[in-house]
């Protein structure tokens, strides 16, 4: 089992920063895959980024590639999201999960409850 939860968001002006985190409870966090996704209201749940369990490999959706960072210190237990050069379409909630690699693709088999972050224009 794997227990997920997120901080840092909040509000921001277009063009600013934040960085999000989410914090790991369980021993199988530094084996996992882990994933940032965000959802805007009246819209379908979107992929922002993975990384792999040892951090070494990282993949961005097409909006935010380039502008956001993920990262993961496996001795604290806990992922991060740098998100820079925000606009006003990046509002959402943000969730991260933990999951592995299945024949395909990723199953997520575990999701924080999320973390709001308002962008202004």
């Known amino acids: 089992q794997v227990q997920l939860v997120e901080s840092g968001g909040g509000l921001v002006q277009a063009g600013g920063s934040l960085r999000l985190s989410c914090a790991a409870s369980?021993?199988?966090?530094?084996?996992?895959?882990m994933g940032w996704f965000r959802q805007a209201p009246g819209k379908e749940r979107e992929f922002v980024a993975r990384i792999t369990w040892s951090g070494t490999a990282t993949y961005y959706g097409a909006s935010v590639k380039g502008r956001f960072t993920i990262s993961r210190d496996n001795a604290k237990n806990t992922v991060y999201l740098e998100m820079n050069s925000l606009k006003p379409e990046d509002t959402a909630v943000y969730c991260c999960?933990?999951?592995?690699?299945?024949?395909?693709?990723?199953?997520?088999?575990?999701w924080g409850h999320g973390t709001q972050v308002t962008v202004s224009s």
């Open positions: 369980g021993r199988t966090f530094s084996s996992s895959v």
């Open positions: 999960a933990a999951g592995k690699a299945v024949y395909g693709g990723i199953s997520y088999d575990y």
